[in-house]
């Protein structure tokens, strides 16, 4: 009985998935494993140049400066003479320390914000939806731009830069859902019996707002990395030294014209794989989360 009873749960498991559409799947199955690569370059990166495999992203005029692609420089170098191949992995790890302390700031503000907003209402809510709306309203990349002047270059202000742009879209998703949810009878059911504001907010309501905020963070890591990659490429992300990718292509526009083509393929290919690892998984995530969006397609 309870053999047969784990194989039919397996078998409702199995047609639940296949209700899916298999493009989703496959969208997000593609996301994961590109994500998956810079996580793994971004954590092994280290480790290679320890053992000698890759020479170090910080040592300037290690190598004679633009030799094309090559068994011993795979990506070419640069005219620093830096190792592209090198710099190119190294920039993941500072895309994804930047961008996951970024998100995760963002996540940490704008979540509990809209929880007590859209519960408690009245000019709490008023003052704080002005507020998020009218940051909202300012595009991303200025807002990132003007913050970096004012909190300097490093990843953890390049991270601060970067956040406040987002605090507003986790505000107003968790928000929202929280305003729809609160009259529910489930809420009405936990005040009569004396529930705390605080124990509604964290057990009855937080897991029933949260639905969507996975995939606004993927989205928002991927369009944080462009960001963050245009933030090098005008000079105020990280520190010069640092590998990152935005920074790499500022240095290659001078010897684009002269066909010096390597030094911005590779970092600008990495940034565009990056973005489109997290958008993938960011879009499966919405079809297995939300399934009633696609139905008006």
Known sequence: MDA??????????????????????????????????????????????????????????ANIP???????????????????????????QAALQVVGVATAMSLLVGVPLGLVSGYLGGKLDKALLFLMDTIYT??????????????????????????????????????????SIKTELFIEAARSIGASTWRVLSKYLFFNVIQSVPVLFTLNAADAVLVLGGLGFLGLGLPEQTPEWGMDLRQALDALPTGIWWTALFPGLALTLLVVGLSLMGEGLNELINPLSREGD
């Open 138 to 179: 300012l595009p991303g990349l200025l807002l990132s731009v003007t913050l970096a002047f004012v909190v300097g270059k490093g990843v953890f202000n390049a991270a601060i830069a970067l956040s406040i742009a987002y605090v507003p879209q986790y505000y107003r998703v968790v928000r929202n859902h929280t305003v």
């Open 66 to 92: 633009h030799q094309p692609p090559s068994p011993e420089h795979w990506f070419g170098t640069s005219r620093q003479g830096y190792d592209v191949f090198s710099r190119t992995l190294f920039g993941s």
């Open 4 to 61: 047969m009873t784990v194989t039919r749960f397996r078998f409702l498991r199995l047609q639940r998935l296949s209700q899916y559409p298999r493009l989703s799947i496959q969208m997000m199955g593609a996301g994961i494993l590109l994500t998956s690569l810079f996580v793994m370059a971004a954590l092994f990166s280290p480790v290679l140049q320890s053992w000698g495999v890759l020479q170090s992203p910080l040592e300037a005029l």
